[in-house]
T-cell receptor
Framework: EAGVTQFPSHSVIEKGQTVTLRCDPISGHDNLYWYRRVMGKEIKFLLHFVKESKQDESGMPNNRFLAERTGGTYSTLKVQPAELEDSGVYFC????????????FGPGTRLTVL | QKEVEQNSGPLSVPEGAIASLNCTYSDRGSQSFFWYRQYSGKSPELIMSIYSNGDKEDGRFTAQLNKASQYVSLLIRDSQPSDSATYLCAVSLREYGNKLVFGAGTILRVKS
């Protein structure tokens, strides 16, 4: 069974540009989470999808971030326009429906905004 | 006060020794507790999960939970150089969609 995949693995963009990150969860996992780790800080929650619905987006930093999960399969996280402070590693995780099911993390996308 | 606190380390132990990693959390409603291992440049990998007070053992790893003290720990027996990594403590609440709240992590170095 394939794990969580993310694309791209690295992205270097200039301030003001747009970047779209993609996450493909484990097949059959309805729960999909986005997290971010900025340099020197702990991993922080961004948002949570259940199927195609946003369950909790309390961690989204501001309206420059837009997440979608069309059809309840893969998810995209768009940053527009990117700012320097958006640099970090963006992780996606997916989880099954059981209350104690594990969150499995993808390899992450390292975003550098210059 | 941070929601999940860990000593950043590094914690250095000799090969074959027991490594003890500690974590405290602030939300008494937390229901699930996890230890993730993260190698440099890699994604977090689940090592242990624990949901009730007491000890839970899995191979060389033992997780200990004390909800009254809001404390969770991870013991690694017979530490190996391959255990050298950052260990992340995380907690979650079902009412918040099981989102994980992470500590900053403890760097463990096992010297051969």
């Amino acid at each position: 069974e394939a794990g969580v995949t993310q694309f791209p693995s690295h992205s270097v963009i200039e301030k003001g540009q747009t970047v779209t990150l993609r996450c493909d969860p484990i097949s059959g996992h309805d729960n999909l989470y986005w997290y971010r780790r900025v340099m020197g800080k702990e991993i922080k929650f961004l948002l949570h999808f259940v199927k195609e619905s946003k369950q909790d987006e309390s961690g989204m930093p501001n309206n420059r971030f837009l997440a979608e999960r069309t059809g309840g399969t893969y998810s995209t996280l768009k940053v527009q326009p990117a700012e320097l402070e958006d640099s970090g590693v963006y992780f996606c995780a997916s989880r099954g429906l059981g209350p104690t099911d594990t969150q499995y993390f993808g390899p992450g996308t390292r975003l550098t905004v210059l | 006060q941070k929601e999940v606190e860990q000593n950043s380390g590094p914690l250095s132990v000799p090969e074959g020794a027991i490594a003890s990693l500690n974590c405290t959390y602030s939300d008494r409603g937390s229901q699930s507790f996890f230890w993730y291992r993260q190698y440099s440049g890699k994604s977090p990998e689940l090592i242990m999960s624990i949901y009730s007070n007491g000890d839970k053992e899995d191979g060389r790893f033992t997780a200990q939970l004390n909800k009254a003290s809001q404390y969770v720990s991870l013991l690694i027996r017979d530490s190996q150089p391959s255990d050298s990594a950052t260990y992340l403590c995380a907690v979650s609440l079902r009412e918040y969609g099981n989102k994980l709240v992470f500590g900053a992590g403890t760097i463990l170095r096992v010297k051969s």
